[in-house]
């Protein structure tokens, strides 16, 4: 059961990751419908019907026939990317000036032993300073 539902939301992920939505999915049935419209007026296959809706032949198909029937078709909606800002910024503006930093190093730690059982074994020794 848990194998059925992890499928199914990946499966889910990978449609929404293709941008194809539940009401693109309720239109395939135009979808067959203009395709059986195609083949019996024009002699469509189903190369050249893709390609008068979907691909190279979309804009004189779509002058020939008309708009009507194509805006029920699946699959033409327009896709926005809100893309996030890129900022760059001029570095020949801004002028960083080199900080002298004085840093004393203290190296004065103690440590005791908490387990006297532990001192003969090498992987539990306290951090030494080569």
Known sequence: M???ISFSLASFVLIQ????HIPEVLKLKNLLEHLEFHKSTY??????FVAKH???QKL????KEGNDNHQQLPFHHHVCFDASLLYVADMSRYQI???DVNVTESRNFSYQTSYSFLENIDIFQPPQYL
């Open 54 to 56: 979907y691909g190279d």
């Open 97 to 99: 000036r080199d900080l």
């Open 2 to 4: 848990l194998k059925i």
């Open 17 to 20: 990751s293709f941008n194809i």
């Open 60 to 63: 004189k198909h779509e002058k």
């Open 43 to 48: 002699g469509d296959d189903i190369f050249s």
